[in-house]
């Protein structure tokens, strides 16, 4: 174990040289990575990256659109032309599939967290 007085040696021998540069003022020029990193921040108000990732209709190339129920096993087929003209060519299949079961569901126990279908999206 080293005395205090090494300790304090050694202590000395580790502190970071002090700074050359002086500090920037409110007048000098910003640095280009401080620039660079407000350009490439996303703002907080920003949509998801998630979500808009998600396919659309307008993106799919199948003509029937299956989804399935993994708990009743229902299947719920609907064409992309049909699916369009309810929902729109914009909308997302994933929410699109929940509503086709949900609007069909036979498996309602009354309880929020047991409610509904599980969709599982197959291609056709």
């Keep these: 174990m080293p005395t205090p007085k090494q300790m304090e040696k050694l202590a000395k021998t580790?502190?970071?040289?002090?700074?050359?540069e002086s500090p920037r003022?409110?007048?000098?020029?910003m640095p280009e990575e401080y620039w660079r990193?407000?350009?490439?921040?996303?703002?907080?108000?920003?949509?998801p990256?998630?979500?808009s990732a998600a396919p659309r209709l307008?993106?799919?190339?199948?003509?029937?659109?299956?989804?399935s129920c993994r708990r009743c096993e229902r299947i719920v087929?609907?064409?992309k032309a049909d699916a369009v003209?309810?929902?729109?060519?914009?909308?997302?299949?994933?929410e699109v599939g929940q509503r086709l079961l949900n609007n069909t569901c036979q498996s309602r126990t009354g309880r929020y967290e047991e409610d509904g279908c599980w969709p599982a999206f197959e291609p056709v």
């Design 58 to 67: 307008s993106d799919l190339p199948q003509h029937v659109l299956r989804v």
């Design 37 to 47: 990193s407000v350009l490439n921040d996303v703002p907080a108000d920003a949509k």
């Design 14 to 20: 580790m502190v970071n040289p002090p700074a050359k």
């Design 49 to 51: 990256v998630a979500r």
């Design 85 to 94: 003209r309810l929902y729109g060519q914009h909308a997302i299949w994933k």
């Design 25 to 29: 003022g409110p007048q000098d020029p």
């Design 77 to 79: 087929e609907i064409q």
